[in-house]
């Protein structure tokens, strides 16, 4: 069969082909100079500043955000566990992250963390 093929076990050439020639620049050739277009007047800088840290934990629009308004304030928090499962916490609302609240028990003084995720109702007590 590949006597059929005569050229397919060709060889590839082993020379580089050789470059295109450059035109030599005469000093007489008129230069074309095309004007470069300047870059696009920068905006101005907006009055808006952003405050430092995550926007969800300073946004109130944000579950973390609206907590951090409350630290300090007694809490009762309720968590789905599982997908049936309701368990409550109560005690004082100390800190706020990203995914995780803590609360501090006023009964033992013990401070505890939960899964922000999983919470499902907050009371927040004056």
Same mark, same amino acid.
């Given at each position: 069969?590949?006597?059929?093929?005569?050229?397919?076990?060709?060889?590839?050439?082993?020379?580089?082909?050789?470059?295109?020639?450059?035109?030599?620049?005469?000093?007489?050739?008129?230069?074309?100079?095309?004007?470069?277009?300047?870059?696009?007047?920068?905006?101005?800088?907006?009055?808006?500043?952003?405050?430092?840290?995550?926007?969800?934990?300073?946004?109130?629009?944000?579950?973390?955000?609206?907590?951090?308004?409350?630290? %300090?304030?007694?809490?009762? #928090?309720?968590?789905?566990?599982? /997908?049936? @499962? *309701?368990?409550?916490?109560?005690?004082?609302?100390? +800190?706020? %992250?990203?995914?995780?609240? #803590?609360?501090?028990?006023?009964? /033992?003084? @013990? *401070?505890?963390?939960?899964?922000?995720?999983?919470? +499902?109702?907050?009371?927040?007590?004056?």
């Amino acid at each position: 069969m590949i006597s059929n093929y005569p050229n397919y076990f060709r060889t590839m050439p082993m020379t580089p082909e050789p470059e295109p020639e450059m035109p030599e620049f005469d000093s007489s050739d008129e230069i074309r100079q095309t004007p470069i277009p300047s870059p696009p007047p920068m905006p101005s800088p907006s009055p808006f500043e952003m405050a430092p840290g995550s926007p969800v934990q300073q946004d109130t629009n944000y579950t973390q955000g609206y907590l951090r308004t409350q630290i %300090g304030k007694r809490v009762r #928090v309720t968590f789905l566990l599982g /997908t049936g @499962t *309701l368990q409550d916490r109560t005690g004082i609302l100390e +800190k706020v %992250g990203i995914s995780y609240i #803590v609360l501090r028990n006023e009964e /033992t003084s @013990t *401070l505890e963390m939960a899964d922000i995720y999983s919470i +499902k109702f907050v009371t927040i007590f004056d």
